[in-house]
């Protein structure tokens, strides 16, 4: 028998969404962040890039801002009002302090209970190669979480005001191939739809495809394959790590 989902935590009241790229949120993620909102929880989107390199036939310099542009409006459209950038070079996003710095002054800054970021292991479930990009971010939040918490790792934060934050009480890896919990997304997924669609410009340069096709076809799918292990619900379905 295949082990069920549990349910996500709900007992918090801020999450901070960590991720590489405008777009990585909505592939899979924004119905969970759509339902976490409309039950009045604070959800804040931090990305590591503007997307810049992920059209090529936009310069970045076009690029970049046009794709902040669609990430704002794909944000709000789930409920999200706060997208901050740390401008880290699309494409060429290192692990190391630096990041690790960035990611946890944000986190000492919105003192969430929750972070979220997306797979950061070498593929997806051994079938595709995953992108450097998001390997790097999401180790790297994995372990801002902690760093965060520690007022001798990163002192210079606190020099600039930023206190300490040891309440970050788990991190939820979305996309993973091993997932332990879930959150039911029948209710928001109309509106994660229409939360990837933001990305026209992005999602025409990726398919031939229709873009509501394309997104409503990646979501549904995406969703109810979740649902055999989640009381027959769709789902969005998250690796948790309790702290």
């Known amino acids: ?3 069920q989902l549990k349910p996500m935590p709900e ?3 801020r999450a901070l969404a960590v991720v590489a790229h405008p777009d990585d949120l909505e592939y899979g993620c924004a119905a969970a962040v759509a339902a976490w909102t409309d039950g009045g929880r604070d959800v804040t989107y931090l990305l590591a890039t503007r997307g810049e390199a992920g059209i090529d036939t936009l310069e970045p310099e076009r690029c970049g801002p046009l794709r902040e542009q669609e990430q704002r409006a794909s944000a709000a459209a789930v409920g999200v009002c706060r997208v901050e950038f740390l401008d ?3 494409g060429v996003v290192e692990y190391g302090v630096p990041l690790r710095r960035d990611i946890a002054a944000a986190i000492r800054r919105h003192r969430p209970e929750l972070v979220i970021t997306l797979n950061h292991r070498d593929t997806w479930g051994g079938v595709a190669w995953n ?9 790297a939040t994995l372990d801002a979480a902690a760093d965060a918490g520690n007022r001798w790792i990163f002192p210079e934060l606190t020099e600039q005001g930023l206190e300490p934050w040891d309440g970050v009480r788990w991190v ?13 997304a029948a209710a928001a997924l109309e509106r994660s739809v229409q939360s990837l669609l933001a ?11 229709d873009p509501e096709t394309y997104c409503r076809t990646f979501l549904t799918g995406n969703a109810q394959a979740a649902a055999e292990r989640f009381r027959g619900r769709p789902a969005v379905t998250f690796e948790l790590f309790p702290r």
């Open 1 to 3: 028998m295949t082990e």
């Open 11 to 13: 007992d918090w009241r």
């Open 88 to 90: 880290h070079r699309d």
């Open 131 to 139: 992108t450097p990009d998001h390997r790097a971010v999401g180790r």
């Open 172 to 184: 939820a890896v979305a996309g993973s191939s091993t997932p332990t919990h879930a959150v039911d």
């Open 199 to 209: 990305h026209r410009t992005y999602i025409e340069a990726l398919t031939d495809e």
